[in-house]
């Protein structure tokens, strides 16, 4: 897909099969938005396009001088050497420079890959040793007891780190940064150096033991103790062998995160309400700002290096596949970083469908399609390397927006949107390549509006699609083998809400309308799936639906915690926000019961492949 197909789309067919015509006003506000006065505008205005897909042997747009990944000049050639390695080339000719990325054009996928997992959600995790929230240790302790069972790999929800303030955003997919991790994440008793602090830490881990009885994640509470813990460590002077080396791998990224944290800390977490020099991260007033707050920009990126060291460790106890969100708070990190590649006068979000009739407005600005193509994707690049560094895989929120999304003018009803195209083919090559280099699987969670040819496309790419026995038409028996099968997700009711009908009190209490025939139509799916009479009971329904999903032709098979324990109400009702506790309800057994309850065990026996 080239340039000249990127832009706002005049028209859509909607979820119910109808074509729908976009206002004239809503397409003019939304060209406004990205900064052109119409489609044509946000195409190359002649010379050489700034990115170009290219493989060994292939004729380049032009002769000029070519510039491999590394370093390595080639002169002035007209074709690329076959022998060319994968990569991000640079060609510079009479005409201007051009990106060229050469790659495999398909992700990594071993040809036998045939594992199970658990879903989960890290956060709701509690063991003895937490302090009120999951953590990485957590993680690692339920990847090897897993490991034990015949897993193979383990979905974890978004780690992406919110502003480093209070309140802590609680949903893991309204990120301040994609690329950099969660401090309530961190381990504190794994720290080096967390025996210089003595009896201090002790206080506060027992604090922390305490959170660990309430019935909500107290992220407030928790950042407070974690992040004294924390400071009296780093205070101790901890052994930083390996920290230079971090922070050289991650370069400038790194520190323009710890100095966002600090400059956050100082004049609250939106940048664009910080005083006027501090509003660009290339200015001389942040530049002079960090130098005098030098210790504390370096404590934010030991932080990072700690939380790096524990992830990787998880991983290696069990490959993790990471969740990428579909984008970043307006007001956090990476937004201050490229504000100039987003729409801030735009949100993202979905159409109207069976599910949502209202659509969805997700409060998140979109990347700019011509300006993420003018900055060499520097974006999205950063992000799947950050996700993909310690991982086996990668799940895609809503990976149609490789292809477009749909865009509202701020302060906009979802339903007066349009779908905005993006540069398809450049973003799939470049999600090749990272794959490829990661040696990490991808899956495209492809549900909801989904538009004709995106999931041919996705398996042609070898990217996985995303098949819940919620949604799907056919018997497990026959679903494609490029697929990760599953009941659920975050966003759906889990199996118990479903089956005993008390999703429905979860939405009257939250304020929506209960949808008694969608619910009804997940159930019938549900006993048909599993092969179970509407009088089977909820143990013998989560056995037999996943059952039937280990024994499809999917590649991966996933269940959740929530369902492993019978959960009824689900981690997230979307188009709530302050009307339920989202994000904020931990599991109802401990990691050490989990491990302990034959239940578990006997589904994960069902899970065995």
């Not at 939250?510 to 009971?537: F, M, Q, T, W, Y």
């Not at 056995?543 to 269940?559: F, G």
Request: charged residues 25%; negative net charge; hydrophobic residues 45%.
């Amino acid at each position: 897909m080239t340039s000249a197909r990127m832009g706002v789309e005049p028209s859509y067919r909607d979820a119910f099969g109808k074509r729908r015509e976009i206002a004239p006003a809503v397409q003019q506000r939304l060209r406004a938005a990205m900064g052109v006065d119409d489609d044509q505008s946000a195409a190359s205005p002649g010379g050489l396009e700034p990115v170009a897909i290219v493989r060994p042997g292939q004729r380049l747009a032009g002769p000029g001088e070519t510039t491999l990944e590394d370093g390595t000049s080639l002169g002035a050639i007209t074709a690329l050497p076959p022998d060319s390695p994968f990569g991000y080339h640079r060609l510079v000719s009479d005409s201007g420079e051009q990106l060229l990325i050469c790659g495999p054009g398909r992700c990594h996928l071993p040809a036998d890959q045939r594992d199970w997992g658990w879903a989960v959600q890290l956060y709701a995790i509690r063991a003895a040793a937490s302090w009120g929230i999951g953590d990485l240790g957590d993680l690692r302790d339920l990847a090897e007891w897993s490991s034990s069972l015949g897993a193979g790999m383990m979905l974890v929800n978004p780690l992406s780190a919110p502003a480093p303030m209070i309140p802590i955003q609680p949903s893991p997919y309204f990120p301040s940064t994609r690329r950099f991790r969660n401090p309530l994440y961190l381990r504190i008793e794994e720290v080096a150096g967390a025996d210089l602090s003595g009896a201090e830490l002790t206080d506060l881990a027992a604090a922390g033991h305490e959170l660990n009885r309430t019935d909500r994640i107290e992220r407030d509470a928790i950042f407070r103790l974690k992040m004294a813990a924390l400071e009296r460590i780093w205070a101790a002077h901890p052994p930083l062998d390996g920290l230079s080396a971090y922070r050289a791998e991650q370069g400038i990224g790194l520190r323009q995160w710890a100095t966002y944290a600090v400059i956050a800390e100082r004049h609250g977490p939106a940048w664009s309400r910080w005083p006027e020099p501090l509003r660009r991260p290339e200015s001389a007033a942040v530049a002079e700002l960090a130098a005098e707050l030098s210790d504390r920009v370096a404590f934010h990126e030991w932080i990072q290096w700690l939380l790096d060291d524990q992830l990787a460790r998880a991983n290696a106890a069990l490959p993790l596949v990471l969740d990428m969100p579909i984008g970043v708070d307006r007001d956090g990190a990476d937004a201050w970083v490229w504000q100039d590649a987003l729409a801030l006068g735009a949100n993202i979000g979905a159409p109207p469908d069976v599910f949502n009739q209202a659509g969805q407005d997700w409060g998140l600005p979109p990347l700019i399609p011509h300006r993420l193509r003018e900055i060499g994707y520097r974006p999205f690049i950063e992000t799947l390397r950050a996700l993909l560094r310690h991982s086996g895989g990668l799940r895609i929120d809503h990976a149609m927006g490789l292809f477009r999304l749909w865009w509202l003018p701020l302060g906009e009803s979802p339903v007066n949107g349009a779908y905005v195209r993006y540069p398809t083919d450049e973003m799939l090559e470049i999600l090749a390549l990272e794959s490829a280099r990661a040696g990490a699987l991808v899956i495209g969670e492809d549900l909801g509006t989904v538009e004709p040819g995106v999931r041919r496309e996705l398996a042609r790419r070898r990217i996985l699609s995303y098949r819940l026995a919620y949604f799907e038409h056919s018997l497990p028996s026959v679903y494609p083998r490029a697929s990760l099968a599953a009941v659920t997700t975050h966003d759906l009711p889990t199996v118990a809400g479903t089956w005993l009908g008390t999703d429905l009190e979860v939405q009257r209490r939250a304020g929506i309308e209960p949808d008694h025939k969608g619910l009804r139509k997940l159930r019938n799916r549900l006993a048909r799936a599993a092969g179970v009479g509407g009088d089977a009971s909820l143990a013998e329904l989560v056995l037999q639906v996943h059952a039937a999903l280990a024994a499809s032709p999917s590649m991966l098979v996933a269940a959740t915690l929530d369902d492993a324990l019978r959960v009824e109400e689900r981690p997230n009702l979307p188009g709530t926000i302050d009307q339920r506790p989202n994000w904020m309800m931990p599991l109802p057994a401990t990691l050490e019961q989990i491990t302990a309850d034959p239940f578990v065990r006997r589904l994960a026996a069902a899970l065995r492949r």
